[in-house]
């Protein structure tokens, strides 16, 4: 996007997402079987998204 309006969420995503990451981090001590692979593939979403949204917010300050 060349142009737009940076805002923020007023929800501290990061921490939301880390918190997300350690749920994560549990399940998969005690899971078993595809569980693992599912939990595994949500938490590498959940990180894809946390660096996403740092680069929106580096970009959004640099912008201003």
Do not use: H, N, W
């Not at 549990?26 to 949204?53: H, I, K, P, S």
């Not at 740092?54 to 912008?63: H, K, P, Y």
């Amino acid at each position: 996007m060349e142009r737009g309006i940076f805002k923020p969420s007023p929800t501290d995503v990061l921490e939301v997402l880390d918190e997300l990451t350690q749920r994560i981090d549990r399940f998969c001590a005690e899971a078993t079987g595809t569980d693992v692979d599912v939990a595994r593939a949500q938490r590498a979403y959940a990180a894809l998204m946390g660096l996403r949204y740092r680069q929106f917010l580096q970009a959004g300050a640099s912008a201003e």
